[in-house]
C-alpha cells in the first residue's frame, strides 16, 4: 500500500488558462473520488469512478471541470478556462468497495489562480 | 438532498473528554462516518456507523442513532495531538460536514 498520489502538490497559473491534475490510487482500489476543498470548509464532492465509470459528478460542477479515468487505473481533472473562484485544495481519494468503505485521500493538489 | 450539521469549534483541555456531534438530513442512508483532518494535511478515517450504538476504537468512539438522523465522536484522554478538524460523512452521497475544529489546550 504506496497510498494515494497526486500531482502537482502545487499550480499557481493565471485566469483563463488550463489545468490538469493527476491522481495515481491505492492500486487495488476500484473507486476513485475527486473533491475540492477551501480553507475552513469540509471537503465538497465533485465526481467519482467505479472502475472506468465516471457514476456520479456533482450539480455544482460546472462545464469547464471534466474527469477521466481510463483504464480504471489513475484518474486526470482538468479545469478548462480557469477564473479565481476555483483557487482551492483538490483532493483525490480512492476506496475498496462499497459507500460505506473508507475513503483514503491523497495530500492534494493545491491550486491558485492569479 | 442531503445535509449535515457540526458546531463549527469545540475547545477542551488536555485529558479531558470531548463529544462532537452531527446531525444530518438524506433520503437514504449508507452509514455515517467520522474524518480527522490536520492543518495542511488529508483527511484521515476515523470511524463508520451503520448500525445505531456505540464503536469504540482506542481512545475514539463513535454513536449512530438512526432515529433521531444523529450521531456523535468521543475522544477520551485528550492530547495536544488531537488539535485537527473532524469531519462527519454521509456515504449515501459522499457528503462531508462543515467540519468542527477541535483545539486542546495544554
Known amino acids: 500500500d504506496t497510498g494515494v498520489s497526486q500531482d502537482p502538490r502545487h499550480k499557481i497559473t493565471k485566469r483563463g488558462q488550463n489545468v490538469t491534475f493527476r491522481c495515481d490510487p491505492i492500486?487495488?482500489?476500484?473507486?476513485l473520488y475527486w473533491y475540492r476543498q477551501t480553507l475552513g470548509q469540509g471537503p465538497e464532492f465533485l465526481t467519482y469512478f467505479q472502475n472506468e465509470a465516471q457514476l456520479e459528478k456533482s450539480r455544482l460542477l460546472s462545464d469547464r471541470f471534466s474527469a477521466e479515468r481510463p483504464k480504471g487505473s489513475f484518474s486526470t481533472l482538468e479545469i478548462q478556462r480557469t477564473e479565481q473562484g476555483d483557487s482551492a485544495m483538490y483532493l483525490c481519494?480512492?476506496?475498496?468497495?462499497?459507500?460505506?468503505?473508507?475513503?483514503?485521500f491523497g495530500n492534494g493538489t493545491r491550486l491558485t489562480v492569479t | 438532498g442531503q445535509s449535515l450539521e457540526q458546531p463549527s469549534e469545540v475547545t477542551a483541555v488536555e485529558g479531558a473528554i470531548v463529544q462532537i456531534n452531527c446531525t444530518y438530513q438524506?433520503?437514504?442512508?449508507?452509514?455515517l462516518s467520522w474524518y480527522q483532518q490536520h492543518d495542511g494535511g488529508a483527511p484521515t478515517f476515523l470511524s463508520y456507523?451503520?448500525?445505531?450504538g456505540l464503536e469504540e476504537t482506542g481512545r475514539f468512539s463513535s454513536f449512530l442513532s438512526r432515529s433521531d438522523s444523529y450521531g456523535y465522536l468521543l475522544l477520551q484522554e485528550l492530547q495536544m495531538k488531537d488539535s485537527a478538524s473532524y469531519f462527519c460523512?454521509?456515504?449515501?452521497?459522499?457528503?462531508f460536514g462543515p467540519g468542527t475544529r477541535l483545539s486542546v489546550l495544554p
Open positions: 438524506t433520503s437514504g442512508f449508507y452509514g
Open positions: 460523512f454521509l456515504g449515501q452521497n459522499f457528503v
Open positions: 456507523n451503520a448500525l445505531d
Open positions: 481519494a480512492s476506496s475498496l468497495g462499497g459507500r460505506d468503505s473508507p475513503l483514503h
Open positions: 492500486s487495488e482500489h476500484n473507486r
